[in-house]
């Protein structure tokens, strides 16, 4: 069974920093790309940043730039989102995705909540 598991979410101020990580199981995750989206109330999803298979490349929301860093641990099956200089635009539901690297994103998680104070 195909699961994908986030944590690390909360409520920080902002200038703050989080990680989020992102649990894989029932599938090959070193052969897989991951993504972090965001679902802010009444926006539409936007992809927060990318990382291949392999790890590199990487990419960014423009939004985040600078400031959160997409990683990877293929022995854990582990994904994870650095995020820095927070800022409450910041603020909604960070889903972690993975699919397979010749595929698209098939896989989603629940999400977990990420709210930035000013």
């Known amino acids: 069974q195909v699961r994908l598991v986030e944590s690390g979410g909360g409520l920080v101020q902002a200038g703050g920093s989080l990680r989020l990580s992102c649990t894989a199981s029932g599938f090959t995750f070193s052969d897989s790309n991951v993504a972090w989206f965001r679902q802010a109330p009444g926006k539409d999803r936007i992809l927060v940043a990318y990382i291949t298979w392999s790890g590199t490349p990487t990419d960014y929301a423009d939004s985040v730039k600078g400031r959160f860093t997409i990683s990877r641990d293929n022995a854990k099956k582990m994904a994870y989102l650095q995020m820095n200089s927070l800022k409450p635009d910041d603020t909604g539901v960070y889903l972690c995705?993975?699919?397979?690297?010749?595929?698209?994103?098939?896989?989603w998680g629940q999400g977990t909540q990420v709210t930035v104070s000013t």
């Open positions: 995705s993975a699919g397979p690297r010749l595929g698209g994103l098939d896989y």
